[in-house]
């Protein structure tokens, strides 16, 4: 393989550990918007139900009570905003960048600049793979959340109209 080919994959696959890195900060962007909606929503069906008082609320989210309006509530807002925390503070890890010590070392070993750009570049496709399993759980928590938010909707209207 020619230095330029071996450039050529080495720039292609940084490439796509920068987008990643791009759509995991938007990921969390919008899992921040998400978390606001959810206590927008929260907020604003509180205050049309200012008549609830916390003795009739509570007395509501008991599994045993003939309601569960009120438990529906908070599953909802609490697992909607779990979700968010979820994509904000990924638990697995995600690489998008080298290890320098690593070039270095490979150059004082008298490796030549192709074999490590060819190194580099298989590096990357794995980082990128890995990467992508944890960006795809990401969309899921996001999707969840979201979903969750606005299940809040009919979860408060019943609410409110016992």
Same mark, same amino acid.
């Given at each position: 393989?020619?230095?330029?080919?071996? @450039?050529?994959?080495?720039?292609?696959?940084? %490439?796509?550990?920068?987008?990643?890195?791009?759509?995991?900060?938007?990921?969390? /962007?919008?899992? %921040?918007?998400?978390? !606001?909606?959810?206590?927008?929503?929260?907020?604003?069906? !509180?205050?049309?139900?200012?008549?609830?008082?916390?003795? %009739?609320?509570?007395?509501?989210?008991?599994?045993?009570?003939?309601?569960? &309006?009120?438990?529906?509530?908070?599953?909802?807002?609490?697992?909607?905003?779990?979700?968010?925390?979820?994509?904000?503070?990924? $638990?697995?890890?995600?690489?998008?960048?080298? =290890?320098? /010590? $690593?070039?270095?070392?490979?150059? &004082?070993?008298?490796?030549?600049? &192709?074999?490590? +750009?060819?190194?580099? %570049?298989? =590096?990357?496709?794995?980082?990128?793979? &890995?990467?992508? @399993?944890?960006?795809?759980?990401?969309?899921?928590?996001? $999707? #969840?959340? +979201?979903?969750?938010? #606005?299940?809040?909707?009919?979860? #408060?209207?019943?609410?409110?109209?016992?």
């Amino acid at each position: 393989m020619s230095l330029e080919i071996a @450039r050529l994959s080495y720039e292609v696959s940084k %490439s796509q550990l920068v987008n990643q890195k791009e759509d995991l900060k938007n990921l969390r /962007n919008q899992a %921040s918007f998400c978390a !606001a909606i959810t206590g927008l929503i929260g907020t604003v069906f !509180a205050s049309l139900g200012t008549s609830l008082t916390l003795e %009739s609320f509570t007395s509501r989210i008991g599994l045993l009570n003939d309601g569960f &309006e009120g438990l529906f509530v908070v599953l909802t807002f609490a697992m909607s905003i779990c979700f968010s925390i979820l994509v904000m503070t990924t $638990w697995r890890k995600c690489t998008f960048d080298f =290890d320098v /010590n $690593w070039i270095l070392a490979q150059n &004082e070993l008298g490796r030549t600049d &192709e074999d490590i +750009l060819i190194q580099l %570049s298989k =590096d990357a496709d794995k980082y990128f793979n &890995e990467n992508e @399993r944890v960006l795809d759980e990401t969309k899921d928590n996001l $999707w #969840w959340s +979201l979903v969750l938010s #606005w299940c809040q909707i009919p979860a #408060w209207i019943l609410l409110l109209l016992t």
